[in-house]
Each structure stands twice: as structure tokens, then as C-alpha cells.
């Protein structure tokens, strides 16, 4: 029942920050896990970032830890990642999902957005 859409990608520097946000509709996301994954062109799908509903808990990828801070606004039906000190590995197609567990497995996600892009060059 839950849409989600993501923003906020775009081309960066290395070094630079950059803050995506998912805005949800249809379904308040204070039921659901969300979550941040990305894909890559020609590579799996990863887990990045996982929040819980109440925003008490966090867990992050190794490669991501101490640079991306997951959150959200239930109020506002928003979930939001900040990326910090991006590198070109981190370049990727970023998704949201809904998940009714706390999980970083993408199997545990019902619902996913369309996808936002982000390229960070050298």
C-alpha cells in the first residue's frame, strides 16, 4: 500500500555530501522498518542503511559506517540518508524500502521506491 518516492541524488564531488530523502504516501511509514539500499551497474543490490519505526535503533553497512546517518520524520512521512565524505564507490542507483521487520536483508522489504542516482566523481 505504501509508496515511496526517492530525491535528492545528483553528481558530487569526492569529499562532498549529499542528503537523499523518501517520501512515502498511502501508509503511514511509523508501521515499517526502512531501509536504504543501492545498486551499482552490473552489481548486486547492498544494504546501506536500516532504521526502526521508532527511530531508536540503526544499523549500517561497514561501508558506509561513520559517514551515512540514516533517519526519519514519521510526521512528515520521510525517511532521509546523509551521506558524508562520499567516494567514487559509493556511486549507485540509491533505493528506499519498507520492511515490517528490522532487517538488512532486501528479501524482508515489501515495498521499494523508483530509485534516485548518485555519482560521485574523482
Known amino acids: 500500500q505504501v509508496q515511496l518516492v526517492e530525491s535528492g541524488g545528483g553528481l558530487v564531488q569526492a569529499g562532498d555530501s549529499l542528503r537523499l530523502s523518501c517520501a512515502a504516501s498511502?501508509?503511514?511509514?511509523?508501521?515499517?522498518?526502512m531501509g536504504w539500499f543501492r545498486q551499482a551497474p552490473g552489481k548486486e543490490r547492498e544494504f546501506v542503511a536500516t532504521?526502526?519505526?521508532?527511530?531508536?535503533?540503526?544499523s549500517y553497512a561497514d561501508t558506509v559506517k561513520g559517514r551515512f546517518t540514516i533517519s526519519r520524520d514519521n510526521a512528515k512521512n520521510t525517511v532521509y540518508l546523509q551521506m558524508n565524505s562520499l567516494s567514487p564507490d559509493d556511486t549507485a542507483v540509491y533505493y528506499c524500502?519498507?520492511?515490517?521487520?528490522?532487517?538488512?536483508?532486501?528479501?524482508?522489504?515489501?515495498?521499494w521506491g523508483q530509485g534516485t542516482q548518485v555519482t560521485v566523481s574523482s
Open positions: 498511502g501508509r503511514n511509514i511509523g508501521v515499517y522498518t
Open positions: 524500502a519498507a520492511s515490517p521487520l528490522y532487517s538488512v536483508g532486501a528479501s524482508t522489504y515489501n515495498y
Open positions: 532504521i526502526t519505526r521508532d527511530a531508536s535503533r540503526a
